[in-house]
């Protein structure tokens, strides 16, 4: 009795066939994923910019911060430290957006907020109540910088935003107590 049972056939054919099935079957799953999932939209949490810089005016600390944001703006972050850093960052519509204010050197916080290497481009004048020029600066990504000076402090407005969000930022910065 030597009968051994009967084995399966295998050929390329029979391969192929199989690995068809198999793609169908991964292809009708990915379609059924893609049609029956919701987008997932992830947005930072917006934070109270204009307590912060209450809290900070209360402590005798000078700081710039725009008034009011336009529309579509969040604020997402603020940086504030007891070296008399201050910093907030911004959403804008296009990009991000941020507002340093420091007892730097400029080219030590353009190294550390924009790119260790920067380019100069021609001065801006934003206007508001911070008037005057300020510089330019750009990096070989993109990012764009404004510096100027407040009391013999560095004040930066950088970011990915484009150049007409950050000039209006730029242009919004003021250090009036926030009106409550």
């Known amino acids: 009795m030597s009968e051994q049972p009967g084995r399966y056939q295998r050929s390329a054919s029979g391969m192929i066939g199989a690995m068809l099935v198999l793609l169908l079957a991964i292809g009708a799953f990915a379609g059924f994923r893609a049609l029956n999932r919701e987008e997932l939209e992830v947005r930072p949490e917006p934070v109270d910019y204009l307590s912060a810089v209450e809290a900070a005016q209360s ?13 579509g703006w969040t604020a997402t972050s603020i940086d504030a430290s007891a070296e008399q850093a201050w910093g907030i960052g911004f959403l804008t519509g296009d990009g991000f957006a941020g507002v340093q204010q420091a007892d730097e050197s400029l080219s030590s916080m353009l190294r550390t907020y924009v790119d260790e290497d920067t380019t100069a481009v021609d001065p ?19 990012d764009l910088a404004y510096a100027s000076r407040l009391d013999g402090q ?14 209006e930022l730029a242009g919004s910065l003021t250090t009036a107590p926030v009106a409550g």
Do not use: K, M
């Open 59 to 71: 402590g005798d600390w000078q700081v710039v911060y725009p008034e009011a944001l336009p529309e």
């Open 124 to 142: 801006v004048v934003p206007g508001g109540e911070l008037a005057g020029r300020w510089l330019a600066f750009e990096d070989a990504g993109g």
């Open 154 to 167: 560095t004040v930066l407005v950088y970011g990915s935003a484009p150049e007409s969000d950050l000039l």
